[in-house]
């Protein structure tokens, strides 16, 4: 599993846990290794851009056995976030805690192995909960909350994706069932991941609700900024990169 975090933020908070506006990301260094593409100078996105239709879903695991808190779950969570990704993953985030302001560069697996590049905004994070913004070009248009609370005397981990495709090509992927089950794999994976580093053998539940199942067509240029095209044309000269650095 990869562990990598790497600074990589620019920590601007205002009051409240969220981050300040933001007109463009600005990502800082590039950790080594790492495909930087679709992150710097990127405008934020969120479920009301977009161009498909308007998605929530909730993936929630109960920690049976477990006494831990809602908010020192919340804290380890945002510690070791990239620890519970599903392998072929790696989040490149600022060292220690998540914080408001956070620009994060993300390498995600895509279709075939091909890796895409892009990144997250960390808008929201207290002691209960940290939400994530998507940049232009990212699979989804949207916003994704992280939280965890007792019901019925057992502590839940919780993940909410409010999120649309953000183009039409992603779209294509969703109405044919490829994206959205890589999106749903990849959080129940997630879930369980951290469900095990508190003992618990985890089984994750869904939810998931069609908001709205109209197109945005006003947003179709939004394919010009497509993250998974963009480093797929990129992978040769990332390639050769490659090759030079170990020479």
Known sequence: MTTQQETSSDTTTSSGGWAKPVEKLNLGATPAGAINLNVEGKQVTGPLKGFGQLWQKTYAV?????DIAPAELI?????EFPNFWPDGNRFYGAAGQIKPGDVALLNISGPGGATISTGILVIYADAESF?????QGHVFAGM??????EDDGVIVAQIQAVVRASDPIYEMGCRVGVVHKAEDSFWHGTLCALAARFGVNGVVQQRTTLVDPRLQWAEVGSVWHNAAVRTMLFAPI???????RRQ
């Open 62 to 66: 109960r920690l049976v056995g477990s």
């Open 75 to 79: 804290k380890i969570w945002k510690a």
């Open 131 to 135: 939400s994530f913004m998507t940049p």
């Open 144 to 149: 994704i909350t992280f939280s965890a609370h």
């Open 238 to 244: 990332h390639a050769i990169k490659g090759l030079l």
